[in-house]
């Protein structure tokens, strides 16, 4: 099962990025029914039912519920789980021609299509709200309306993409989702049955969802990633009867254009030199730059393009107001970013009177070194590189690195901060660790300045390789 998890934490972060009505079940399977008096506050239903039942008291009332083969109704529940075998009169259509099928032989091909746990090794299950952390699941069951469902596949398929197929065998579809998840191991979508939306409070626009408990974590980081990326749940709308190219982002437009200026055969290698905030990336940068290559500074350019008597300037004073300008006339860039920092719509809305401008100085910048040295190696930084998804415009990404702890150090000494202040920081950052898989190079710069200096001249050598291979 790997390390314990903290499974409170990361619901509650699901939670709130699906803005989930039902809390997600956690579900375990047990060898040895015995085992059901050490789950904490677990209850036995009182009377037979079905498992859509025990799921809803889950899901809505938030109880932990255990239950063996004797608490089910019929055989059709616990076979699905594996408790029990499926009985003759299901398994030769007798039973599902009783309301579901219309003849027997309709009734054998349905049972033989319902995904079940196999037989001989599952005594009882528990299952329990996950944030609860009651034990530790095999499986997760959420609930959610369709527009949520896609928001948790995109999710899941944000990295190591695979396809995902949807199964549905009719009545007793709790199977699609459970079973069939159980069995591959993957994450399996099902649309509810009459019986879970009869017995189990399953509403109307519900789905429901089986991932392995595995799976949680890789989901929440592909939500996060596109919560980042302006993707969430309630979608925005932007108007079947609208305009919708400003809504649209200028690399969606524009891709082939700026590819072509950026990275088209003949031109220069660009590099993305990126890192979290006191890292290093300075250093790093003025230490490639000494060995001859050139420098251009986003962060310096998004500042150029908002001073005194620029249009984007104009543009963010007429939307956001005149209380955004210091007495000088300057941008008063701390208080814009905390005006935008929780408002996608608003930083959406900054992007586009800052984007241009800087795009349009970056590739002039480009111009101007190409213009001396068509085949240069250009490096350039750009802090938030991950955080604004610009991988896409480099040939290749440097990421620089320390460890947390010394990154709280340093930023404490250099900023003349408490540490604590310094670490408060870093906590409303993406971790370092997180922007490490976007790296084409890492430069660890955690200990000696002299032992990073042998990295940079390192990386300037596998550059100039990169490089021949792009223009040969
Ligand atoms: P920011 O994101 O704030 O712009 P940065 O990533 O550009 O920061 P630097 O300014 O290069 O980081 O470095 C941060 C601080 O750490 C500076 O005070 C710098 O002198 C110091 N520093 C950088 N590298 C080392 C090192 N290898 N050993 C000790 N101190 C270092």
């Keep these: 099962m790997g390390e314990k998890k903290d499974w409170g934490k990361l619901v509650r972060r699901f939670e709130s990025l699906m803005r989930l009505k039902y809390f997600p079940v956690g579900l375990k399977m047990f060898e040895d029914k015995s085992e059901l008096a050490k789950v904490p ?14 799921i809803g008291l889950v899901r809505s009332f938030d109880w932990t519920v255990g239950a063996d083969v004797d608490d089910f109704l ?73 527009a949520q469902m896609m928001l948790l596949i995109n999710s899941l398929q944000f990295s190591r993409y695979e396809v995902m197929r949807f199964h549905c065998v009719g009545e007793s579809s709790c199977s699609d989702a459970l079973a069939r998840c159980f069995n591959t191991g993957k994450p399996s979508l099902g649309i509810p049955c009459y019986g879970e939306r009869r017995y189990g409070h399953v509403q109307d626009e519900d789905l429901a969802m089986a991932l392995p408990a595995g799976l949680m974590e890789k989901a929440l980081h592909g939500m996060e990633a596109l919560y980042r990326r302006g993707i969430r749940y309630p979608i925005s709308y932007a108007g ?21 200026k950026a990275r088209g055969k003949g031109s220069p290698l660009l590099v993305g030199i990126t890192g979290g905030i006191a890292c290093g990336k300075t250093t790093v940068s003025a230490m490639l730059e000494k060995l001859g290559v050139p420098l251009i500074d986003f962060d310096l350019i998004a500042r150029r393009v908002v001073e005194p008597g620029t249009d984007a300037l104009a543009k963010i004073v007429e939307y956001f107001g005149k209380q955004l300008l210091m007495a000088d006339g300057k941008l008063d860039r701390k208080m814009l970013s905390e005006v935008v920092f929780r408002d996608l719509e608003k930083r959406k809305k900054l992007e586009s009177f800052t984007h241009p401008p800087i795009y349009e100085e970056f590739f002039r910048q480009v111009a101007a070194i190409t213009s001396e040295d068509p085949r240069a190696i250009i490096q ?23 460890s947390a702890a010394e990154q709280a150090r340093r930023l404490a000494r250099r900023d003349d901060i408490t540490l604590e202040a310094a670490e408060n920081i870093l906590k409303a950052q993406l971790p370092i660790e997180s922007k490490k898989p976007f790296a084409g190079f890492l430069i660890d710069n955690e200990g000696e300045l002299e032992t990073t200096r042998k990295q940079v001249e390192a990386l300037r050598d596998e550059l100039e390789k990169l490089r021949s291979g792009k223009q040969g």
């Design 41 to 54: 506050f677990l209850r036995r239903p009182g009377h037979k039912g079905t498992l859509c039942q025990l």
């Design 74 to 146: 019929f055989a059709t529940c616990p076979s699905i789980l594996g408790l029990c075998e499926v009985p003759e009169t299901h398994r030769n259509g007798t039973f599902r021609n009783i309301v579901w099928a219309a003849t027997k032989e309709d009734g054998r091909k349905m049972e033989a299509s319902i995904p079940r746990i196999s037989t001989g090794k599952y005594e009882a299950v528990a299952m329990a709200p996950l944030a609860y952390d009651a034990f530790e699941p095999d499986m997760v069951l959420i609930y959610a309306n369709p």
């Design 380 to 402: 350039v930084a750009v802090p938030l590189l991950i955080e604004s998804n610009l991988c896409y415009l480099f040939d290749t990404v440097v990421v620089v690195h320390i």
């Design 240 to 260: 079947a009867q609208a305009d919708i190219e400003p809504q649209i982002p200028v690399s969606y437009k524009k891709l082939d254009e700026v590819m072509a």
